[in-house]
């Protein structure tokens, strides 16, 4: 005798659901805000709905306390368990202290610590094991039949998917007071709706699945498109192969969507009710946590970005004006030490700065003749964002330059620009070794850099700054050594050996008096001496 299966929970089934979830105990209506500068950037209307304002930071509250809620009395007297990279893991430690009960909480050993001390903060005991979600989650499992606690799922249950589904309940409504379409004649028009899509980012699929059951039950008309990280794109994967597909190893930059494995039901409703996948990469998130700081000087998570980074590269790629979208700010539990991998990355992922190699020859007056060249771009001049030099060669010299740029795709026109006046030049823009290591690693000892002398500038941060340098320096004295990152401050910090003469000594005095920049000479630190002069 064969078990009846259970009939799936149609739309209707969950729109009733999130009517009556019980999220408002811990969760607030979030807001949701337009996005002003950067919708006027792209000629649409953006709106973030600010899940980043949540008690935990994120989302996840919702589900995990709809589905804690309606646990019985023994159940809640047992205990709870969890697997989660961390906001799941939050709202279940908020939910169980809001009701009284225990919670285990099973992170991957990848988890932020910021997540880590929030979960302890809430009062839940915390587990570390595996580098995944999918190792913690069966981690997790192993616990539960030991211990006898209740399972609640991150995102492959209904309770939980109905509890996310609660925003998408918000938006709809919110929206409506926010933006009402109008003809020039200035009359509402109501054939089209006031939202034509909703971006969501994807990791299990309880978030994507919430808010799709909600819209496509309520105003199907809306777009709901699913947004992944290229590195962990698993939801994709299945619904291309029109099964659940494993992924072998995930990308961690984005641990909030790093599952290597999506839910049974999520990968259901996702196949029959999401619009469109997009996939984004670690530049375009980079960039998108800077646009959102802009319009909210809040800084959100990987994850929090997705929607934003996809709802650009959507415009980008529908040339699409005059619509309204909406990004779901999922979470915003960064790390504090990843922020300055996110900002030195923004710039590239938004291609408002490009990276080359630059081979100058060796010779006086080579890389004066550079920076003029540089000030003379086609459009106007350039600010120059980065400069690392080592002399290694007594005929060539290779820099890593980055400079400002104005507009996607510039990268090969200044190439080519300075190929053509006699500097070779490799693009380095889209190059993922240079720009997460090689960039650091320039430099070195060198035997040619003989009468060297070290000095750390602060440079102001305007144009002409540096070509007031080269041009006070005597033309005998030589660069031996260059290092430049521009750190958005008003002034910049510049590294620079020269090879400056012995009977020069009261010549580069005055030159340094007469320069007037703040200095100091490292040419006796010990760093110098065992890491850059032979």
């Not at 059951?213 to 309520?218: E, H, R």
Request: one cysteine or more; charged letters at 20%; a positive charge.
């Amino acid at each position: 005798m064969t078990t009846k299966q259970p009939t799936p929970l149609s739309p209707a089934d969950y729109l009733k659901k999130i009517l009556t979830a019980r999220v408002y105990d811990v969760a607030t209506e979030s807001a949701l805000e337009p996005a002003k500068q950067l919708g006027k950037r792209l000629h649409n209307t953006v709106l973030l709905k600010r899940e980043d304002q949540q008690p935990v930071r994120s989302f996840k509250l919702r589900g995990a306390y709809n589905k804690m809620a309606q646990l019985s009395a023994e159940q809640l007297k047992s205990g709870v368990i969890c697997a989660s990279a961390g906001n799941h893991a939050q709202g279940v430690a908020l939910s169980a202290h809001k009701l009284g009960t225990r919670a285990v909480v099973v992170m991957p050993t990848t988890t932020p610590q910021v997540k880590v001390d929030a979960v302890r903060g809430f009062g839940g005991e915390v587990v570390l094991f595996g580098d995944s979600y999918s190792d913690a989650y069966g981690h997790s499992l192993t616990l539960q039949k030991k211990q006898g606690l209740t399972f609640v799922h991150p995102f492959d249950d209904p309770d939980v998917i109905a509890g996310q589904g609660t925003i998408a309940m918000e938006m709809l409504r919110q929206v409506q007071t926010l933006h009402t379409r109008s003809n020039p004649a200035g009359q509402a028009l109501s054939t089209r709706p006031a939202l034509d899509a909703v971006f969501v980012a994807i990791g299990g699929g309880g978030l994507v699945s919430g808010v799709a059951n909600y819209i496509k039950a309520v105003d199907p008309r809306i777009k709901v498109i699913g947004v992944q990280m290229n590195d962990s794109d698993a939801m994709i994967q299945s619904v291309t192969a029109n099964k659940r597909v494993t992924l072998a190893d995930v990308g961690l930059f984005s641990d909030g969507t790093a599952v290597k494995l999506v839910g049974e039901e999520t990968f259901r409703i996702a196949r029959g009710l999401v619009d469109e996948f997009m996939t984004v990469d670690t530049d375009s998130v980079c960039a998108a946590i800077k646009d959102i700081f802009v319009d909210t000087r809040s800084i959100v998570e990987p994850a929090g970005a997705l929607a934003v980074a996809a709802i650009k590269q959507y415009v980008a790629k529908n040339k699409t004006k005059g619509e309204t979208y909406a990004a779901i700010l999922c979470g915003a539990n960064m790390n504090f030490d990843r922020l300055r991998f996110v900002a030195e990355r923004a710039e590239v992922g938004e291609e408002r700065e490009a990276l080359f190699a630059v081979t100058i020859p060796e010779e006086r007056g080579s890389f004066k003749r550079f920076c003029e060249l540089i000030g003379e771009l086609p459009g106007g001049p350039r600010n120059v964002t980065e400069f690392n030099y080592r002399i290694s060669d007594s005929a060539q010299a290779h820099v890593f330059v980055g400079i400002t740029t104005q507009g996607k795709g510039e990268s090969l026109k200044i190439a080519t620009n300075f190929t053509k006046h006699k500097f070779a030049t490799l693009d380095l823009t889209h190059n993922e070794l240079a720009k997460e290591h090689v960039r650091h690693m320039v430099g070195g000892h060198s035997a040619l850099a003989d009468n060297e002398r070290l000095l750390r500038f602060v440079f102001p941060e305007r144009p002409g700054a540096l070509m007031k340098f080269l041009s006070l320096m005597r033309p005998g004295w030589n660069i031996s050594l260059f290092h430049y990152r521009n750190q958005g401050a008003d002034y910049g910090r510049i590294l620079v050996g020269l090879q400056v003469p012995k009977a020069d000594d009261k010549a580069f005095a005055k030159f340094l008096q007469t320069l007037d920049y703040p200095y100091v000479e490292e040419t006796a630190n010990p760093v110098y001496r065992m890491f850059l002069r032979t």
